[in-house]
């Protein structure tokens, strides 16, 4: 019963990894056992494709997902037949995904299930919707590798971020990298411009001025151009409408200017998509970052095993991780204790050799790259 | 049909058919394949227009009904290649689950359609609730809108979800890894025999359900067709369709309207002038005014022609017309240059296609029904002393041929060789004074926008020769080109009277 009392107060949670073999689905057994005894209605789905026993990224050992009679479930057509609860088939969606049709299945008896969403944001929203008119009384959404826009409060009020030795060898990178994450995530909210003035915003930009007006960003500057001009020298806060990237940052950064306290805001959490360095550079040249909507990260789960064959010391990682971040943090394995580690070892053997075969491989960052690209 | 979907998107065919409003995907999906009559379904023809007319006239006293028929329609999935695949073998689960859903939607669909039938009294359209079959799937009896093979239904089945319910309750109290092992295996093992016989199951009903199949399509034929019907009854009214009266060979419109110029022009605060002409056999010539609208008379006959062979009412207040055998139109701005022709070689050779199609040229066979002819200022590309030999010479033939023509022209001397002529109004009965005082008040750009506001675009028929037409100098005058050609202009229109006298 560790996580019950975290979750407890949302309606709709996502569970994200930092990298594949995080124990998300190892969150995912617990939550599902420890909701299990409550006695509540789940309504389960993923963002693309989760839930098989082997990891077909890595060819390790993943858990599969066991579900209690009564589960909501949302997958695709083609994974129905790995499905093998008994099956009621409640509502088609219409959401097509490359496994067929996204299907609405009720568990009739416990069991267990291959989940294949949909990976439409939107569509995730709407997911939710049919969960709770269906009777659901909590939703969670399983991540697949490093999406954050899981945890956009639209399909989720909170998050749980996993994470764990397959990020990184260094535990230093592992910490660090997470907490970054999760300050990103956990970013004040702003309140500099209201909903409708965000929902009306006619193109990449909003301004706030000194004085109060506001301001768009024309369709032909650039933010750094409009930040660096004279025009714009009284402006307090930035709303940006879409993804804020390093990309779009650089430019600012570079102009050399200092700003005095101003703030630059993001919709949400998952649309920042920006390196620690940025971050800090933005800070020194007095810009603070903040969301329009912010994001409940309910917990960080660590992992210490590794799926490529090293391990970091548990409570070293445990106790470092909470030293950083202000979310409880959970050992998965070991708080948890869902699964013996019998399968470890034929993991190790088959990494083993596939890593001789692929000697210029480098797995000790292999997943930190596509944090960033998504 | 002969026009080409760049045809049939210029006179505002496309433009009506995007503007019907299906509710199911049986409806759309004839919108998405249109029928088209050919002249010896005449009789089908009139039994779907007068179904639409029928529904038209109950729009109003069943209103409730038909919006509680269209909320039930819009509910429903295409579902027609599953009940093919029904023929062939075994559904899985989810298609029998949106067979059941379209079989419950039937029992809903079908006492509301016979409320609204009692009314319409619609011919050949008939939804009939599968009931039969819907109890073949309709499992434990609940009407549940979901598909789950229970228990009951297999000695098997119980036995099996029994023995895996047990396992599944001992996995529940299972601590340990080593505990739940073989519980999972056991359990693994169950499942697949579930499974195995859950197909069985499925076979047997698909078996079953096999010799309702042909019952469940016409049921969705029959809500296609009626929902269609419905899609067409609301734009008539929302444009004004009228009940035509097919002929063998004449056509006479009242106060037609081309609902997409008719939109257009609405968006620009001005009104569409409803167009009234009649057409033989033969040739029937329209001439006037630039900017007088003759392109949009020709194009305003037709799309209804085209509406009506495509089974919608014509937008008009009265119509007599035939089913036309073809619809053609020849416009040098529809032409295909692509083939290496000038906008005239185009032109010339679109035309011979079009009288292979009519049966009409050497050597063609001969023609069931009558063919509809459009030209728009056929040769207006070449040298007018050339184009006006050219287009007399086509309209004498045309009006020789058992075909309807219609051809708008601005060069002299055709009018004579044609059955009917009729003149755009244009600025006959304008105020001149009153246009030139507007034209001075408004900005040069605007001068033509005035002009337009005056321009009577309605058509009238021109019974005896009228001497040369002055709008296009009048125009000229209006819009202030220069006074040293205005004269010579004149000077030259009194030579050629002259001349003529």
């Given amino acids: 019963m560790l996580l019950l009392p975290l979750i407890e107060p949302y309606r709709s949670l996502s569970i994200i990894g930092m990298c594949k073999n995080a124990g998300k689905t190892t969150v995912l057994n617990s939550i599902l056992s420890e909701m299990g005894t409550t006695g509540k209605t789940l309504g389960l789905t993923s963002i693309g494709r989760d839930g098989e026993s082997v990891d077909v990224v890595t060819q390790t050992h993943k858990p599969g997902i066991y579900v209690r009679e009564g589960?909501?479930?949302?997958?695709?057509?083609?994974?129905?037949?790995?499905?093998?609860?008994?099956?009621?088939?409640?509502?088609?969606?219409?959401?097509?995904?490359?496994?067929?049709?996204?299907?609405?299945?009720?568990?009739?008896?416990?069991?267990?299930v291959q989940l294949a969403g949909p990976s439409i944001t939107a569509q995730l929203a709407k997911l939710s919707g049919m969960f709770f008119s269906l009777g659901a009384d909590v939703a969670i959404v399983d991540g697949a590798l490093s999406r954050k826009t899981l945890c956009a409060p639209a399909v989720s009020e909170a998050t749980i971020l996993c994470t764990g030795a397959s990020y990184s060898r260094d535990i230093d990178t592992v910490i660090e990298d997470t907490a970054f994450a999760t300050l990103l995530l956990t970013l004040p909210e702003q309140a500099d411009f209201s909903e409708?003035?965000?929902?009306?915003?006619?193109?990449?930009?909003?301004?706030?001025?000194?004085?109060?007006?506001?301001?768009?960003?024309?369709?032909?500057?650039?933010?750094?151009?409009?930040?660096?001009?004279?025009?714009?020298?009284?402006?307090?806060?930035?709303?940006?409408?879409?993804?804020?990237?390093?990309?779009?940052?650089?430019?600012?950064?570079?102009?050399?200017?200092?700003?005095?306290?101003?703030?630059?805001?993001?919709?949400?959490?998952?649309?920042?998509?920006?390196?620690?360095?940025?971050?800090?550079?933005?800070?020194?040249?007095?810009?603070?970052?903040?969301?329009?909507?912010?994001?409940?990260?309910?917990?960080?789960t660590v992992n210490p095993f590794s799926a490529y064959g090293f391990d970091l010391d548990k409570e070293e990682l445990r106790s470092r991780m909470q030293a950083r971040v202000r979310v409880p943090v959970i050992n998965v394995l070991e708080d948890l204790n869902l699964e013996d580690m019998a399968w470890r070892a034929d993991d190790r053997a088959r990494i083993a050799a596939r890593e001789e075969a692929e000697q210029n491989a480098d797995h000790s960052h292999c997943c930190g790259n596509e944090e960033i690209t998504l | 049909m002969s026009l080409s979907f760049a045809q049939q998107e210029n006179i505002g065919f496309r433009y009506i058919v995007d503007a019907l409003r299906c509710d199911s995907p049986y409806g759309d999906a004839r919108v998405r394949k249109l029928r088209f009559y050919a002249p010896h379904e005449r009789d089908a023809l009139l039994a779907d227009l007068k179904n639409i007319c029928a529904v038209m006239d109950t729009l109003k006293p069943c209103a409730a009904e038909y919006g509680r028929i269209e909320r039930l329609m819009m509910q429903l999935k295409d579902i027609r290649r599953s009940v093919a695949r029904c023929e062939e073998g075994p559904l899985n689960e989810v298609e029998l689950f949106e067979l059941k859903r379209f079989l419950l939607q039937s029992e809903l669909i079908a006492p509301v359609f016979a409320q609204i039938n009692a009314?319409?009294?619609?011919?050949?359209?008939?939804?009939?609730?599968?009931?039969?079959?819907?109890?073949?799937?309709?499992?434990?009896?609940?009407?549940?809108?979901?598909?789950?093979?229970?228990?009951?239904?297999?000695?098997?089945?119980?036995?099996?979800?029994?023995e895996k319910r047990q396992v599944e309750e001992a996995l529940r109290r299972a601590g340990s890894e080593t505990e739940r092992a073989p519980l999972m295996a056991e359990r693994a093992r169950l499942a697949a025999a579930e499974d195995e016989e859950e197909r069985a199951v499925r076979a047997a009903l698909s078996e079953k359900l096999?010799?309702?199949?042909?019952?469940?399509?016409?049921?969705?034929?029959?809500?296609?067709?009626?929902?269609?019907?419905?899609?067409?009854?609301?734009?008539?009214?929302?444009?004004?369709?009228?009940?035509?009266e097919l002929t063998e060979n004449t056509l006479e419109m009242e106060d037609m309207v081309n609902p997409r110029i008719a939109d257009a022009l609405q968006e620009r605060k001005r009104e569409f002038t409803p167009v009234s002409i009649e057409a033989g056999k033969g040739a029937t010539v329209i001439t006037g005014a630039n900017m007088g609208g003759k392109s949009v008379a020709l194009k305003t006959i037709a799309l209804n022609?085209?509406?009506?062979?495509?089974?919608?009412?014509?937008?008009?207040?009265?119509?007599?017309?035939?089913?036309?055998?073809?619809?053609?139109?020849?416009?040098?701005?529809?032409?295909?240059?692509?083939?290496?022709?000038?906008?005239?070689?185009?032109?010339?050779?679109?035309?011979?296609?079009?009288?292979?199609?009519?049966?009409?040229?050497?050597?063609?066979?001969?023609?069931?029904?009558i063919h509809m002819i459009l030209l728009d200022e056929f040769a207006r590309g070449t040298n007018p002393e050339e184009g006006a030999m050219i287009?007399?010479?086509?309209?004498?033939?045309?009006?020789?041929?058992?075909?309807?023509?219609?051809?708008?022209?601005?060069?002299?001397?055709?009018?004579?060789?044609?059955?009917?002529?009729?003149?755009?109004?244009?600025?006959?009965?304008?105020?001149?004074?009153?246009?030139?005082?507007?034209?001075?008040?408004?900005?040069?750009?605007?001068?033509?926008?005035?002009?337009?506001?005056?321009?009577?675009?309605?058509?009238?028929?021109?019974?005896?020769?009228?001497?040369c037409p002055r709008d296009a100098r009048n125009i000229c005058r209006l819009l202030s080109l220069s006074d040293e050609i205005l004269r010579d202009i004149e000077t030259d229109a009194g030579n050629i009277a002259r001349k003529c006298e």
């Fill in chain 1, 196 to 300: 409708e003035e965000r929902a009306a915003c006619p193109g990449k930009a909003l301004f706030r001025m000194e004085d109060g007006t506001l301001r768009a960003l024309p369709q032909e500057l650039q933010l750094a151009d409009a930040l660096r001009s004279q025009a714009y020298a009284g402006v307090r806060a930035v709303y940006v409408a879409g993804a804020v990237t390093d990309a779009l940052l650089k430019p600012v950064l570079m102009a050399g200017k200092r700003f005095d306290e101003l703030t630059l805001s993001a919709e949400d959490g998952s649309k920042l998509l920006i390196h620690q360095d940025t971050y800090d550079k933005l800070l020194l040249r007095g810009i603070s970052l903040a969301v329009a909507r912010a994001t409940r990260v309910a917990a960080i």
């Fill in chain 2, 391 to 467: 287009v007399r010479a086509v309209t004498r033939y045309l009006n020789r041929q058992n075909v309807m023509a219609v051809l708008t022209t601005h060069y002299d001397g055709v009018a004579q060789e044609a059955s009917l002529h009729y003149e755009v109004v244009g600025l006959r009965d304008m105020d001149t004074v009153r246009v030139k005082g507007e034209i001075a008040l408004a900005s040069p750009e605007q001068g033509a926008d005035v002009i337009a506001s005056h321009m009577n675009y309605g058509l009238y028929r021109v019974t005896r020769e009228q001497g």
């Fill in chain 1, 71 to 112: 589960t909501l479930i949302a997958t695709a057509l083609e994974m129905l037949k790995y499905c093998d609860i008994s099956r009621e088939i409640v509502e088609t969606t219409g959401f097509p995904t490359p496994l067929g049709e996204v299907v609405l299945v009720r568990a009739r008896s416990d069991g267990n």
């Fill in chain 2, 119 to 162: 009314e319409a009294r619609l011919e050949g359209i008939e939804i009939r609730a599968q009931s039969e079959a819907l109890a073949l799937l309709d499992l434990d009896g609940q009407h549940a809108a979901t598909f789950f093979i229970p228990d009951a239904y297999s000695q098997t089945l119980r036995a099996v979800r029994k």
């Fill in chain 2, 210 to 244: 096999r010799p309702f199949l042909t019952g469940i399509l016409s049921c969705m034929d029959a809500i296609g067709a009626f929902d269609f019907t419905l899609a067409r009854a609301r734009l008539a009214q929302r444009y004004g369709g009228v009940m035509p």
């Fill in chain 2, 305 to 369: 022609a085209l509406a009506l062979s495509a089974g919608m009412l014509p937008f008009a207040k009265r119509a007599r017309l035939p089913l036309f055998a073809g619809i053609h139109i020849v416009s040098e701005d529809l032409e295909n240059v692509d083939r290496g022709l000038s906008s005239f070689g185009a032109e010339i050779v679109r035309f011979n296609e079009v009288l292979a199609a009519c049966g009409l040229g050497d050597g063609a066979g001969k023609p069931e029904g």
